[in-house]
């Protein structure tokens, strides 16, 4: 399995209060990626890395911020999480390249509620 | 722009009878193609990929997929179900540029004894 793990796993937390998840890779792939899975939407992108410090937004970045001080650490900040930001999210990493050809390779989640 | 249908959001078998499941995709440059499987708690597990060349992929567990260009599907079979396969399966495409697959709604497979 490639080297990928979120933290936390669990997490229940109350409207309004930030919130960051972390995402760490042993890959060393330069591409990095944030994902929210809902029922019934399959697997939407929030926001993704090519590199340290770039960062671009997803289908569904409003509400989320990352950053990526490091090519190993990509983190997802819920500024102010409310409770439409309940969800399981999950990040991926790839070689990735200029085609979209590489596939990615998945954490195993973060479980986030918001009360 | 790219975008994945998949058929069924439940799709139900008897174990060792023939799986299929469907994925049809819009894509407006030569698509990059993959399935991907997900057990409960845990995060995605790439099945197989159609990049270039041979147009019937094998992957792992026994699925294969076949890329069919005419028909814009990418659909996902496997000759005999087994228990073991229960799981949620997810198609996507990618192309150019450095975002990412664009990913089906998902289709939840049960495997009746």
């Known amino acids: 399995d490639a080297g990928i793990t979120q933290s936390p796993r669990h997490k229940v937390t109350e409207t309004g209060t930030p919130v960051t998840l972390r995402c760490h890779q042993t890959e060393n792939h330069r591409y990095m990626y944030w994902y929210r899975q809902d029922p019934g939407h399959g697997l939407r992108l929030i926001h993704y890395s090519y590199g340290v410090k770039d960062t671009d937004k997803g289908e569904v970045s409003d509400g989320y911020s990352v950053s990526r001080s490091k090519t190993e650490d990509f983190l997802l900040t819920l500024e102010s999480a409310t409770s439409s930001q309940t969800s399981v999210y999950f990040c991926a990493i790839s070689e990735g390249g200029r085609y979209s050809n590489q596939p990615q390779h998945f954490g195993d989640g973060t479980r986030l509620s918001i009360l | ?113």
Request: overall charge positive; glycine content about 10%; charged content about 15%.
């Open chain 2, 1 to 113: 722009a790219q975008s994945v249908t998949q058929l069924g959001s439940h799709v139900s078998v008897s174990e060792g009878a023939l799986v299929l499941l469907r994925c049809n995709y819009s894509s407006s440059v030569p698509p990059y193609l993959f399935w991907y499987v997900q057990y409960p708690n845990q995060g995605l597990q790439l099945l197989l990929k159609y990049t270039t060349g041979a147009t019937l992929v094998k992957g792992i567990n026994g699925f294969e997929a076949e890329f069919k260009k005419s028909e814009t599907s990418f659909h996902l079979t496997k000759p005999s179900a087994h228990m073991s396969d229960a799981a949620e399966y997810f198609c996507a495409v990618g192309g150019t540029g450095r975002r990412a697959l664009t990913f089906g709604s998902g289709t939840r497979l049960q495997v009746q004894p």
